[in-house]
């Protein structure tokens, strides 16, 4: 069958132009087509159990504790948290990495606000994106580079206190 054969020709070649075969019928050749943008597959979210709510006292514990329930749900979680969320494209023309992203940038921030109590959710209420709201948090109950370093010295000057 002649017919059939041109069409295999024409897809192994990459046609992709319609022609009118010999009994006057459109046919359309179809080749493999690839996107620039694959699909992504949305990483499973497995939730158990609610996350454990902040610990101001303790909060270094807290945190490994919250990172660690944000792991064990899901590890794209964690990451979002790590890195940042900050898409290259407006809102209306998010790759699809952006949208998957931007889906697990919403969990992990409501995670965040979740957790913290009523005093501290206006500290964070105004972030978007879940990296900055735990810096902030990290910022508050931590403090910068130069809160831990007045601390690190009272530590000492106490211990040196002690040992005398």
Same mark, same amino acid.
């Given at each position: =069958?002649?017919?059939?054969? +041109?069409?295999?020709?024409?897809?192994?070649?990459?046609?992709t132009?319609? #022609?009118?075969?010999? $009994?006057?019928?459109?046919?359309y050749?179809?080749?493999?087509?690839? *996107?620039?943008?694959?699909?992504?597959?949305?990483?499973? /979210?497995?939730?158990?159990? +609610?996350?454990?709510? /902040?610990?101001?006292?303790?909060? +270094?514990?807290?945190? @490994?504790? @919250?990172?660690?329930?944000?792991?064990?749900?899901?590890?794209e979680?964690?990451?979002?948290?790590?890195?940042? @969320?900050?898409?290259?494209h407006?809102?209306?023309?998010?790759?699809?990495?952006?949208?998957?992203?931007? #889906?697990?940038?919403?969990?992990?921030?409501? =995670?965040? #606000?979740?957790?913290v109590?009523?005093?501290?959710?206006?500290?964070?209420?105004?972030?978007?994106?879940?990296?900055e709201?735990?810096? *902030?948090?990290?910022e508050?109950?931590?403090?910068?580079?130069? =809160?831990?370093r007045?601390?690190?010295?009272?530590?000492?000057? #106490?211990?040196? $206190? @002690? =040992?005398?």
């Amino acid at each position: =069958m002649p017919g059939a054969e +041109d069409d295999l020709n024409k897809r192994k070649n990459g046609s992709t132009s319609s #022609q009118k075969d010999e $009994g006057n019928k459109e046919s359309y050749h179809a080749t493999m087509w690839k *996107s620039p943008d694959p699909p992504i597959p949305h990483p499973h /979210i497995n939730n158990i159990g +609610d996350p454990p709510k /902040i610990n101001v006292n303790d909060f +270094d514990r807290w945190q @490994f504790e @919250f990172r660690s329930y944000m792991c064990r749900s899901c590890n794209e979680l964690w990451r979002i948290v790590e890195r940042g @969320f900050y898409p290259q494209h407006d809102i209306d023309n998010y790759s699809r990495r952006e949208v998957v992203e931007a #889906q697990l940038n919403s969990v992990a921030l409501h =995670m965040i #606000q979740t957790v913290v109590g009523s005093n501290d959710l206006p500290y964070i209420i105004h972030l978007t994106n879940a990296k900055e709201a735990w810096e *902030s948090l990290a910022e508050i109950y931590v403090g910068n580079e130069s =809160m831990k370093r007045n601390k690190r010295s009272a530590l000492r000057n #106490q211990a040196e $206190g @002690f =040992m005398k």
